[in-house]
């Protein structure tokens, strides 16, 4: 089997994995365990579904993402970049239509990784990338104002712009203990690593504010107030039922997790990879990425990516190997067995105050500024991804932000196509691309292309020859710095050939190779021209036109 499609755990069973090794993976495993609990409550209470249903995915994708995974230090899990997904699809389709996109998104990253398309997303625009995770951000920073206010609406609204509405028109409801909660715990949050570094700080913050709580009886809501008991046991596995018309309504929500997921899971690979001086399989990472998924929707869980923030985590307290995210996942298991009925007593305040840590962290304001001074392209992307995710949906800004990026492309592709004309009515001997020096007979013209000859460049290239106000006998068209030729390039060059034709100018094709040559063939070209008027250089091209003089 090749190299990369074999987790990266197997491989480094079969080298040996030092005692020292190990035991310090399970140190940082013990570490990432505890930092991710209160976030996998966070996101799953910010996404709209019960806290369990986080603890649940970070536990089940945790582990199998360790295992089959392609990277080294990988942490997965629920994140923030999935709360609007997950919130928008649970609005919209409710619990069981969550769990059955996540069920198909499994399958279609399973089918990136397995076409060999993990190397291709990492081509995806750093524009794009920050524009909708500073969306995101922004989004769930806005979704926290209701419990980090205390200001106990029932049913806050989905859309950006009326939850805003809703908000000021409640702002009378303060809960200042709520806001001194979550205050507190923004503080200690991003601070209190300062004193002791093996101690998330948002651990901390939980513990105290929970106890300050239940010991003054502090009037704020908790998770027990707004969503009871939480389970101390896993459900077992069940298949959600799905039949063509489920699949054709949620096969867009399951596109845009799997494309998330995706990005996410290969960027936070790549991070680490900077991080330890490694290199992470792609495509097996996305293997394990789609088969967590998978697994995740069967235990009734919400998806899961690779987690930039607990990787880094992993890797700063001695991680090296994906020991540790199975032990991470093991604690959560624990955690979950022993200790869910007190983690009901938290105040979502204090959850409100971590997922604005959050915000915060992922906004990338830095990045976003300083793109902002770049480009004019990167900043019409940025800015139209960012604000599409804030008013409109996260699925229409990556599919919109895809096809703009892919528009940029081809646009700079187009551009970076020179199509150069000497003619002996300018000065014999004209340099060309390089500093080649060609005397051109009389009345013969002379194009050199310079590029690749695709969609995006032929309507220029096409322009450009047949626009021309000489009247040669013949006209060369030299190819040799043609990486490659489309369906819509041969079409041009095609049309040109039949152009030239009907005006009884002869045309000749130099710089192609045996390769290009069997293309010809196949496009139909040589039914247009002979292969008597097709060349390897320049010099054999020159000759032919010479015997027409």
């Known amino acids: 089997m090749n190299k990369e499609f074999i987790p990266k755990l197997f491989s480094l069973l079969k080298e040996g994995i030092s005692k020292e090794t190990i035991t310090k993976d399970i140190l940082s495993g013990f570490i990432v365990g505890i930092v991710a609990l209160p976030l996998a409550i966070a996101f799953a209470i910010a996404s709209g579904v019960s806290p369990e249903k986080g603890i649940i995915t970070a536990i089940i994708a945790g582990i199998i993402i360790s295992v089959l995974g392609g990277s080294r230090v990988q942490i997965g899990g629920p ?329 940029m492309f081809m646009k700079r592709m187009s551009e970076s196509v020179l199509i150069e004309n000497i003619s002996t009515d300018t000065i014999n001997g004209e340099h060309l691309f390089d500093e080649e020096i060609l005397d051109l007979p009389k009345d013969v013209l002379l194009y050199e292309i310079n590029g690749p000859l695709f969609f995006g460049a032929a309507r220029q290239f096409q322009e450009t020859i047949t626009n021309t106000h000489l009247q040669p006998k013949v006209i060369i068209i030299r190819m040799r710095y043609v990486p490659m030729i489309d369906a819509t390039g041969y079409q041009s060059l095609k049309e040109i050939i039949k152009s030239y034709k009907t005006k009884k100018i002869k045309v000749i094709l130099s710089g192609i190779n045996e390769e290009t040559s069997k293309d010809f063939k196949k496009n139909g070209v040589f039914m247009l021209l002979d292969k008597e008027y097709i060349f390897k250089n320049i010099h054999e091209a020159l000759e032919k036109a010479n015997s027409y003089n």
Not at 102 to 109: N, Q, V
């Open 79 to 407: 994140t923030g970049a999935f709360i609007v997904i997950v919130y928008g699809i649970v609005q919209e389709y409710g619990i069981n239509g969550l769990t059955v996109a996540t069920f198909m998104a499994g399958f279609i990253i399973i089918g990136l990784g397995l076409a060999r398309l993990g190397n291709l997303l990492k081509f995806i625009p750093y524009s794009l990338i920050v524009g909708f995770t500073s969306g995101i951000a922004l989004i769930i920073f806005s979704s926290q104002i209701n419990d980090f206010f205390g200001l106990h609406i029932a049913k806050v609204p989905a859309d950006f712009i009326d939850k805003w509405v809703v908000y000021f028109e409640n702002m009378d409801k303060i809960n200042w203990y709520a806001i001194a909660i979550a205050f507190a715990t923004v503080i200690v949050t991003l601070y209190f690593q300062k004193l002791i570094k093996k101690i998330p700080g948002s651990i901390v913050a939980i513990l105290l504010s929970t106890i300050v709580v239940k010991v003054f009886d502090i009037p704020v809501d908790t998770i027990e107030s707004n969503f009871g008991e939480i389970p101390n046991q896993l459900s077992m596995p069940s298949i959600p039922e799905v039949d063509y018309a489920t699949v054709k309504s949620l096969i867009q929500p399951a596109f845009a997790i799997a494309l998330l997921g995706s990005i996410e899971s290969l960027l936070s690979a790549v991070v680490s990879d900077s991080m330890i001086g490694g290199k992470h399989r792609s495509n097996m990472e996305l293997i394990a990425q789609g088969t967590a998924n998978i697994f995740s929707a069967l235990f009734g869980g919400i998806p899961a990516t690779g987690a930039i923030a607990r990787t880094a985590t992993n890797v700063k307290n001695g991680g090296r190997t994906p020991i540790a995210g199975i032990v991470h996942a093991v604690v959560l298991l624990s955690i979950m067995l022993l200790f869910a009925p007190y983690a009901k007593l938290i105040p979502l305040s204090c959850l409100a105050g971590i997922l604005m840590v959050v915000a915060y962290h992922m906004s990338e304001w830095r990045q976003f500024k300083s793109i902002l001074k770049g480009n004019r392209m990167d900043i019409i992307i940025l800015l139209t991804t960012f604000f599409l995710t804030v008013i409109f949906d996260l699925v229409i800004a990556i599919e919109i932000g895809i096809v703009l990026s892919s528009f």
